[in-house]
């Protein structure tokens, strides 16, 4: 999610990467040491929620594998939040704490290749948020009815606002077990599937059989009622099923009809939804939304578009809610495929973005994709690199989501082939199936599997803020030409039009001269290469 209002965004996305970072910062972003050491296998979160005095307590159970030998642990919860004590084997242990940092100190020999657990009982008033999902935390809220509307949010922030674990986003948890007791009559629901309630203490248990990063996990409690079908999927049946307020019932039941029409697009254009076991959910929220995994959140008041408004400007984008399809797509970019650091965001937002235009592409075909993408670039500001600084839990710009969407639209043009290009995002969802990836890592499978080296498309749209400027002077029949503005050795090839036919460039830092048929005052460069262009009269 992340996304943050066009306007609120020009005003706030100032900051440059010249900041100092502090030592909480390395903590928070790095591969510390006794991070490194161990490997996250299971949690069992066990948390009671009590809205009225907006307080939380309970425990974390961590498993993990040894993978070197170390005794000291570092966990992650971020004060008001405090840890009450941390056991081994029914053992207390010393804990040394640093802000936000934990530093466990185990007894217990720790050998190579061990499984074991800690136990982490903690309590408090988690930060409420100030506006979530942007500002998040624990969102307190009452519905119409003022019965209890509870949720948390908290991407970038970390998930160690409300629980405690290794807030790190390298190391995804294998599977999870999350047990919340929500206040009587009212419901949780969290991520993956019911395995059971707890009558007497209103306890809610959900099960997540696949890895998951820490941000996606979430509580969510409220008056909801369900109901759900079954997708025939690429996979077999899915099972989608779909959480809402009571009252917004039959709204619900119409609006929601976007929600399997997003399914066959993104199974279409990604490959089979990656978390069959743990069924698809649409969770009513007090927020706009976030792509919990398997638990999608929606927010979006039952409107299309996002918040009744089109972001491309185009009309396109109120075919469909943004909400259902933009935080739907991050199941697989974000979800399946997840940063190893936030430093490389755009490997979510990047291909969300670009997901929407893939939607409208499957439904209403590839000019009005193509008017969709384009049309989200009047909101790209290039103030600074997509790509953020690594190790402190950073991120990069904000245009990481339509800079990003349109540099994938681009490449679609360099791959100019449409079924290789949708082989290629269905093989990244293959190639890095529930892992967490370097950029680096997406980019070289790209180019290898274009076979087209794009290190420097990406090094100039990801790495820098500068868009290439495509300059030319027309001599009689001649056009004479060059890029600017771009890095040293950026030679993208570029469809122009003359006349109403194409022609491919092979622009680069160097003016060079080429004859073409036709009216070259007709010279255009095609809409669909994110360039700017001037001509030199
Ligand atoms: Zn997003």
Redesign the pocket.
């Known amino acids: ?3 943050i209002l066009i306007l609120t965004m020009m005003m706030v996305a100032t900051a440059t990467y010249a900041q100092q970072f502090t030592e909480q910062d390395s903590l928070r972003g790095s591969i510390t040491p006794e991070r490194e050491w161990w490997d996250l296998n299971y949690y069992h979160l066990d948390v009671a929620v009590d809205p009225d005095k907006k307080f939380i307590s309970g425990s974390n159970t961590i498993r993990y594998k040894v993978l070197k030998k170390n005794q000291v642990m570092q966990v992650d919860l971020q004060p008001p939040m405090t840890i009450e004590k941390v056991t081994q084997d029914g053992q207390e242990l010393q804990v040394a704490h640093n802000g936000n940092a934990h530093f466990v100190h185990l007894k217990k020999i720790q050998k190579k290749g061990d499984f074991n657990e800690i136990k982490v009982y903690y309590s408090g008033h988690p930060k409420e948020a100030v506006r979530a999902p942007w500002d998040g935390g624990f969102s307190w809220k009452k519905d119409n009815k003022g019965k209890d509307f509870v949720a948390t949010s908290n991407q970038g922030l970390g998930a160690s606002v409300w629980w405690p674990n290794k807030d790190h986003m390298y190391d995804e948890v294998d599977s999870m077990l999350i047990s919340v007791k929500a206040p009587k009559g009212l419901m949780d629901v969290s991520n993956g599937r019911l395995r059971k309630v707890d009558k007497d203490t209103n306890t809610y248990h959900w099960f997540v059989s696949n890895p998951i990063n820490n941000y996606g996990v979430n509580i969510n409690i409220g008056d909801y009622v369900h109901f759900g079908e079954k997708y025939n999927g690429e996979k077999g049946i899915l099972d989608m099923d779909y959480y809402v307020l009571r009252d917004n019932l039959e709204k619900a039941k119409e609006h929601f009809k976007d929600a399997p029409k997003m399914m066959k697009a993104f199974e279409h254009w990604f490959g089979p939804y990656p978390f069959y076991e743990d069924s698809f959910k649409l969770v009513e929220v007090p927020y706009l939304g976030m ?1 919990h995994q398997s638990s999608v959140t929606y927010g979006n008041q039952y409107m299309k578009g996002y918040l009744g408004r089109d972001l491309s400007g185009t009309g396109w984008g109120l075919k469909f809610d943004f909400i259902i399809i ?2 739907a797509g ?1 199941e697989w970019f ?1 979800n399946n495929i997840t940063y190893k650091d936030v430093a490389d965001m755009w490997v ?2 990047g291909f ?1 973005a670009y997901s929407e235009n893939l939607f409208v592409d499957f439904y209403y075909g590839k000019e009005a994709a193509a008017d969709y993408v384009i049309g989200t670039r009047a909101s790209i500001q290039n103030d600074k690199p997509i790509i953020g600084p690594y190790n402190v839990n950073v991120e990069g710009s904000k245009d990481m989501y339509y800079k990003g969407a349109n540099l994938l639209h681009t490449i679609r043009q360099l791959v100019n082939d449409d079924e290789k290009w949708r082989q290629i995002l269905r093989g990244l969802n293959r190639e890095f199936y529930h892992q967490t990836v370097t950029t680096d890592q997406i980019e070289g499978y790209i180019s290898r599997h274009a076979k087209i080296d794009l290190s420097k498309v990406f090094d100039q749209y990801l790495r820098t803020a500068k868009i290439p400027m495509f300059e030319y002077e027309v001599d009689g029949n001649e056009v004479k030409y060059r890029y600017t503005n771009v890095i040293a050795g950026f030679n993208m090839p570029l469809k122009v039009w003359v006349d109403g036919t194409a022609h491919i460039l092979k622009p680069t830092g160097k003016w060079k001269k080429q004859k073409l048929d036709g009216d070259l005052s007709t010279l255009e460069v095609d809409r669909n290469y994110y360039v700017d262009q001037q001509f030199l009269p």
């Open positions: 999610m992340k996304r792509e933009h935080e991050h974000a979510h937002e969300t």
